[in-house]
């Protein structure tokens, strides 16, 4: 027969042998400043304190019957682990919100923040926590939770199933709850510890409830956490060694959890640090690497905060979290970091003046995107931002290139790009084409225009890929027959610097015409007159190339002040597109008509047509008569339009 007395005392034992090696552990290693590692070592401490007490009883109840010394340190110790135990749901669930980042610890004194749920996850919570206690500790006099009867034989009442099972499986409930929430944004190591600890100590809780011989549930609880210890508790993965802070992982994984939670927190973002040249009288940068420096600053910056809301960011880059402070306190808290460059550091034995910029984002008043703070963090500052600390409408630019960036990257993928048609017209008003123009309709910035999104896309490397969209939008819709069922010669194509200049262009953009299967000569390529300016003589073989396959060609933007006559005398364009500024200015002056008419007699003396943008009036169109302008595009005719639109626009005007 089992002596389930000798087993259970074995089980106690292992139960506080392994909880009292999981808090040496954590003390030695430091784990102990953030309320997380407080919490943790408060439910270990629960786990052994309960492991203690159910050593007393395996040690006295053999003599429960025969002393009342023995019935009396049962009776204490059954009241001391009830009291305790009963902790370990509600310490657990606690654990849990400061480890997906709701940090029940952090009191905003701005205004509370959450809504109704986070109301619920904190305050009944805690209401909880003291009304089982109380309930508890009040036992001894009305024998709610447990009792012993005439024969010191031991009971359970119905306030045990209640406040220790129920009210237990309740709060591991709400525990698991704010796990799911958070869990795209838990580490994979801190999922599987979750997960590990979480079905240990409810296969030991089940164990023991079904089972009361079977003295299992705090060495399972031991168990349980000490999973918890190895993948949670232990942030090597987390930390930057050589720097003593948290790395950039953890600064995303963090703000995640931050901002999932409507916890308002500021951002300083510290960087572009190095050795200020102009401030040292000797020269020291090369006797001093990146790696001393960015110690010495980290070091500092942990003087201003708690170390575990600093990050290395890489590359010499900071961030800090600053929660519960105002916008003029971490203005001062910023303004304090920034006049430490002003005093020399001393760095490899030598003092060494650096130079660094901060920047403060505020969330959620200037982004709910980590994205928007890593790039943020990393992009390159504008010789037109001048000073040392950036916020507030300062940073308004960077968040919007941010997001810009974002959706030109996914914008292929999501189907953000269309192409609209402007029409054009002959002198006499006769349909002769239409403009292909690029609009990009982003499911969160709405519509963005060409001359935001197209300098990201070059900077992005994609500026091709858009070239080639627009070029298959533009053959399928050629291919359709409709343009040449409407008199249309030709659909104009806009063609990026970067993309006409790389070796292989004109043999890649045939290709994509050729596989359409449409007649070259109804495309009609653009490219702007500041190009031709750049490289005229690599840009004239292009165009030749492709002329003599069929393609027509066209110079846009001629009269904005780039003009290189060489250029556009060498290049074999068939339209040269005089700019809308030029035929705006015939209003104000007497040389503003002087001016456009030179320009329409010039193309025609290089025996090309003139292409008149920007007409908004009759009166102006009466010009352009009378100077012999060959073709007319503008909002007087029509603005841009979506493909279906501007079919709807033609027809109309044909059944007109």
């Known amino acids: 027969m089992v002596d389930y007395s000798y087993m259970a005392f074995g089980i106690a034992l292992c139960a506080l042998i392994v909880s009292l090696t999981n808090i040496l552990f954590t003390v030695m290693d430091g784990h102990t400043g953030k309320p997380q590692n407080k919490v943790y070592i408060a439910i270990v401490g629960l786990i052994a304190v309960g492991a203690g007490c159910e050593l007393v009883n395996c040690t006295v109840d053999p003599y429960v019957q025969t002393s009342d010394t023995a019935f009396l340190a049962i009776r204490i110790s059954n009241y001391i682990y009830f009291l305790t135990h009963t902790l370990l749901a509600p310490m657990f669930y606690f ?147 050589e720097l003593d802070v948290y790395n950039a992982a953890a600064f995303s994984l963090d703000l995640s959890a931050v901002i999932q939670n409507n916890i308002p927190v500021s951002v300083l973002i510290l960087r572009d640090i190095r050795v200020n040249s102009t401030a040292n009288t000797t020269i020291v940068s090369g006797r001093i690497d990146r790696d001393t420096i960015s110690k010495a600053v980290a070091d500092h910056l942990c003087t201003k905060t708690k170390r575990w809301f600093v990050y290395s960011m890489g590359h010499g880059r900071f961030a800090m979290l600053v929660f519960n402070k105002s916008e003029k306190s971490v203005r001062k808290l910023a303004e304090e970091i920034s006049g430490r460059f002003d005093k020399p550091w001393e760095l490899g034995g030598s003092d060494v003046f650096l130079s660094g910029r901060i920047m403060i984002v505020n969330i959620p008043e200037r982004t709910e995107s980590v994205d928007d703070v890593i790039y943020i963090s990393e992009c390159p500052i504008p010789d037109t931002m001048q000073g040392r600390i950036f916020d507030g409408s300062e940073l308004d630019w960077i968040v919007r290139h941010a997001a810009v960036e974002g959706a030109v990257t996914r914008g292929l993928r999501e189907g953000s790009f269309e192409v609209y048609y402007q029409p054009t017209y002959t002198i006499d008003r006769k349909l002769h084409g239409a403009e292909a123009l690029l609009r990009m309709h982003d499911k969160e910035l709405g519509m963005v225009f060409p001359d935001e999104f197209i300098p990201i896309a070059e900077q992005l490397g994609i500026i091709d890929d858009l070239d080639d969209f627009v070029l298959r939008e533009v053959c399928k819709f050629i291919l359709t027959g409709f343009p040449q069922a409407h008199g249309m010669e030709c659909i104009n194509v806009n063609l990026s610097v970067l993309e006409c200049m790389k070796e292989g262009f004109a043999e890649h953009v045939s290709g994509i015409v050729e596989d359409a299967g449409i007649k070259k000569k109804l495309i009609n390529f653009e490219i702007t007159e500041s190009v031709a300016a750049k490289d005229y003589e690599h840009l004239s073989d292009v165009i030749e190339h492709l002329k003599k396959q069929g393609f027509m060609f066209s110079i846009d933007d001629y009269g904005t002040g780039y003009s290189n006559m060489t250029a556009l005398f060498s290049l074999g364009a068939d339209i040269i597109k005089i700019d809308k500024s030029v035929l705006w200015n015939v209003d104000k002056s007497r040389l503003g008509h002087t001016l456009l008419k030179t320009s329409i007699d010039m193309v025609h003396e290089m025996n090309k047509k003139a292409l008149m943008e920007g007409v908004e009036t009759e009166a102006q169109i009466a010009v352009l008569e009378k100077l012999g302008c060959d073709y007319l595009q503008g909002y007087f005719f029509s603005k841009p339009l979506p493909k279906e639109r501007f079919i709807e626009y033609v027809n109309s005007k044909n059944t007109a």
Do not use: C
Request: net charge positive; proline share 1%.
């Open 95 to 241: 654990y849990t919100s400061y480890l997906t980042g709701r940090s029940v610890g952090i009191r905003l004194k701005r205004k509370y923040i959450g809504g109704t749920a986070n109301f619920l996850l904190d305050t009944i919570p805690m209401a909880v926590v003291w009304v089982t206690e109380l309930f508890l500790a009040l036992n001894p006099v009305f024998h709610w939770g447990w009792y012993y009867d005439e024969n010191r034989q031991f009971h359970r009442a119905w306030g045990e199933y209640l406040f220790v099972y129920i009210v237990s499986v309740l709060w591991v409930f709400l525990a698991f709850f704010i796990a799911l929430r958070s869990w795209r944004i838990l580490s994979r190591s801190r999922k599987n510890s979750i997960a590990v600890s979480f079905l240990l100590v409810e296969a030991g809780v089940i164990i023991q409830f079904l089972s009361s011989t079977m003295r299992i549930e705090l060495f399972m609880e031991a168990v349980g956490f000490t999973a918890v210890l190895l993948f949670i508790e232990n942030e090597d993965d987390r930390k930057s060694v």
